[in-house]
């Protein structure tokens, strides 16, 4: 089983409609991460949250939110979403008392916006 | 603000050639340096990283990349190609003051042929 688990792995929805992408990590750390992978644009943090009860905007995190629920669980909702939303979505977990930050990356959920 | 710039979209080299996939990056204070690689339909797996010392770095599937302080530089290096490390390659880097964010390129595609 993947220690960093993303579902749904691909949704198609259309304009307006709340969308909830959800992961859940076994690795126990303590940090999640949501990213956004664009072609020719690499990856762009949304959000990310040092602790249950520590969540932090990234540099692109208009027209997202999310939802820390247990230390293993972080949700990004799309509130009403945008065809300019249609991209591939990375959650990601690293450990704080590591020395690196080292990143260990879900298999991405795949949203199209029509 | 920390960035990387991976000048190349696509790299393509012959099976059993040596390949090389180019990163510079800028950090105030000393970088920890991080290559990425994504296979299609895969999130990100950790290749490997340069925290300090030996300015050659080796990683995993036969991988190394070379710190170069005074050209900003951190390349992508193996000596002999497979058909099978075609995939999305990026390089990253954190400050390592502060939030261990992680600052990505915007991605290689490195093209293997038989």
């Known amino acids: 089983d993947a220690d960093v688990t993303q579902t749904p792995r691909n949704r198609i929805t259309k304009t307006g409609k709340r969308i909830m992408l959800e992961c859940s990590q076994t690795?126990?750390?303590?940090?999640m991460y949501w990213y956004r992978q664009d072609p020719g644009l690499g990856l762009r943090l949304i959000y990310y949250?040092?602790?249950?009860?520590?969540?932090n905007k990234g540099e692109i995190s208009d027209g997202y939110s999310v939802s820390r629920q247990a230390q293993a669980k972080f949700s990004l909702s799309l509130e009403s979403a945008i065809p300019n939303q249609t991209a591939l979505y990375f959650c990601?977990?690293?450990?704080?008392?590591?020395?690196?930050?080292?990143?260990?990356f879900g298999e991405g959920s795949r949203l199209t916006v029509l | 603000a920390q960035s990387v710039a991976q000048p190349e979209d696509q790299v393509n080299v012959a099976e059993g050639n040596p390949l090389t996939v180019k990163c510079t990056y800028s950090?105030?204070?000393?970088?920890?340096l991080f290559w990425y690689v994504q296979y299609p339909n895969r999130g990100l797996q950790f290749l490997l990283k340069?925290?300090?010392?030996?300015?050659l770095v080796k990683g995993s599937y036969g991988f190394e990349a070379e710190f170069n302080k005074s050209q900003t530089s951190f390349h992508l290096k193996k000596p002999s190609a497979l058909v099978s490390d075609s995939a999305l390659y990026f390089c990253?880097?954190?400050?390592?003051?502060?939030?261990?964010?992680?600052?990505f390129g915007t991605g290689t595609r490195l093209l293997v042929s038989p």
């Open positions: 990601a977990t690293s450990f704080s008392g590591g020395t690196t930050g080292e990143l260990f």
């Open positions: 690795k126990g750390h303590d940090r």
């Open positions: 949250s040092f602790d249950v009860k520590d969540i």
């Open positions: 950090v105030s204070g000393n970088p920890y």
């Open positions: 340069y925290i300090t010392g030996d300015n």
């Open positions: 990253a880097v954190r400050d390592f003051k502060g939030f261990q964010k992680l600052v």
